[in-house]
């Protein structure tokens, strides 16, 4: 199995700031992915985050406001740029661990709770 | 058109009620994943089906690929079981997972 320490677990940004978000893993892992939720919505890919690579955005979502990076296997960030309220929401990071069988378990981090004012 | 559909959307049960939550879904897949979201966000993988039936103490996932449907049965619920339940879906192209909408079910002692 495969734990996900993220944080920040919850933040209250003004208008205009960026937060980044970070995802420890405690085993390697290839892809991480970053998903949205807005209130009473299911989860939205945002991105998928490849080490030694850029990002796949998803369509909808820009790098330059969603900026990432993967410095290595167990690393990831995720930064919300120039917020506004509209991005209030719950952000998950998220790894597929393989197995023998090929499809893998899905794990998340504890989720960093948004609230943009 | 969402590919993922789940039901019913909220729930409500008495403490000790059998439970079940359907999720149907559009597309070929290689594996289904059913979710626990509790209130502060975080969220857990109770099982991974591919094909049949599994059970994790009083939670039971079935999975029926021809028909493209999945089940997920709580026995004997308790309050503690209160949370959201996501369905989710790998298909078989592309990196990305599909989810459900979830189910939101509260249990009152």
């Known amino acids: 199995s495969a734990v996900i320490s993220q944080k920040p677990s919850r933040d209250i940004c003004q208008r205009g700031t960026s937060l980044t978000i970070q995802c420890q893993v405690d085993?390697?892992?290839?892809?991480m992915f970053w998903y949205r939720q807005q209130p009473g919505q299911s989860l939205t890919l945002i991105a998928t985050?490849?080490?030694?690579?850029?990002?796949?955005?998803e369509s909808g979502f820009v790098i330059d406001k969603f900026p990432i990076s993967r410095p290595n296997l167990t690393f990831s960030t995720l930064t919300v740029s120039n917020m506004s309220p509209e991005d209030s929401s719950i952000y998950l990071c998220?790894?597929?661990?393989?197995?023998?069988?090929?499809?893998?378990?899905?794990?998340f981090g504890e989720g960093s709770r948004l609230t943009v004012l | 058109k969402n590919e993922v559909e789940q039901s019913p959307q909220n729930l409500t049960a008495q403490e000790g009620e059998f439970i079940t939550i359907n999720c149907s879904y559009s597309?070929?897949?290689?594996?289904l994943h059913w979710l626990q979201q509790h209130p502060g966000g975080g969220i857990v993988s109770l099982f991974m089906?591919?094909?049949g039936k599994k059970k994790h103490g009083r939670l039971i996932a079935t999975i029926n690929i021809q028909e493209k449907h999945s089940s997920l049965h709580i026995t004997a619920s308790h309050p503690r079981d209160s949370a959201v339940y996501i369905c989710?879906?790998?298909?078989?192209?592309?990196?990305?997972?599909?989810f459900g909408t979830g189910t939101s079910l509260t249990v009152i002692p």
């Open positions: 085993s390697q892992v290839t892809m």
């Open positions: 985050a490849n080490q030694g690579s850029e990002a796949t955005y």
């Open positions: 089906l591919s094909s």
């Open positions: 989710a879906v790998r298909p078989f192209t592309g990196n990305q997972f599909y």
């Open positions: 998220s790894v597929e661990q393989e197995n023998r069988s090929y499809t893998g378990e899905l794990f």
């Open positions: 597309v070929g897949i290689s594996a």
